[in-house]
């Protein structure tokens, strides 16, 4: 099965409402990041995070080790929020384990 | 300024060709990366480096080489491409305390 599993897969949001997008680990991840990778292909970096949680603007996100699972909120979604978010885990040495990704639309 | 580069962006290549990836970065980060992205997938892991000299298997590493020269080069080698291989290819540089990456604007490739 998967690993690192996103929900949901795909989403529309009106502008100017929230959201919450999440990840649940069959792995035991120590750390975690979250990535928007927006229509021209390219791939941000949004968060790092051990457990706890971190917010930055219109996004906070959230990760718990102990239940496995990792939360990226978005309030009050504009339109360039548009995008597929992807989560990946590390769970041991260097490589990151990659969730399938929640493609997000925001309408006008 | 772009931390970690890639070249090319675009590459077509034909079946049983030779098709060399190459990536740059400027982060001075140990960790190097290729990662391939498929619709329907998130990117899979191909081949690491934990430096120079050094090079790994991901998690989906047949049909590729890797080649790690310096810090900052990390190269991604198809001796014998096929059409199962297009793709589009991305590049990432890693902390090597953290385990952050940090990813290039990828290469798409198609090998007819």
């Known amino acids: 099965g998967d690993k690192v599993k996103q929900s949901p897969s795909a989403l529309s949001l009106q502008e100017g409402t929230n959201s919450a997008l999440r990840c649940n680990f069959s792995?035991?991840?120590?750390?975690v990041q979250w990535f928007l990778q927006n229509p021209r292909g390219s791939l941000i970096n949004l968060f790092y995070l051990v457990p706890g949680t971190k917010e930055n603007g219109r996004l906070k996100s959230a990760f718990d080790s102990k239940e496995s699972y990792s939360t990226l909120h978005i309030r009050d979604a504009q339109l360039e929020d548009s995008g597929t978010y992807f989560c990946a885990a590390n769970n041991a040495g260097a490589k990151l384990t990659f969730g399938g990704g929640t493609r997000l639309t925001v309408r006008p | 300024e772009a931390a970690v580069t890639q070249s090319p962006r675009n590459k077509v290549a034909v079946t049983g060709g030779k098709v060399t990836l190459s990536c740059n970065q400027t982060?001075?980060?140990?960790?190097m990366y290729w990662y391939r992205q498929d619709t329907g997938h998130g990117l899979r892991l191909i081949h690491y480096s934990y430096g120079a000299g050094s090079t790994e298997k991901g998690d989906i590493p047949d049909g590729y080489k890797a080649s790690r020269p310096s810090q900052e080069n990390f190269s991604l080698i198809l001796e014998l491409a096929t059409p199962s291989q297009t793709s589009v290819y991305f590049c990432?540089?890693?902390?090597?305390?953290?385990?952050?990456?940090?990813f290039g604007p990828g290469t798409r490739l198609t090998v007819l």
């Open positions: 792995i035991a991840a120590t750390t």
């Open positions: 990432a540089s890693g902390d090597g305390l953290s385990l952050e990456q940090y």
């Open positions: 982060n001075n980060h140990n960790n």
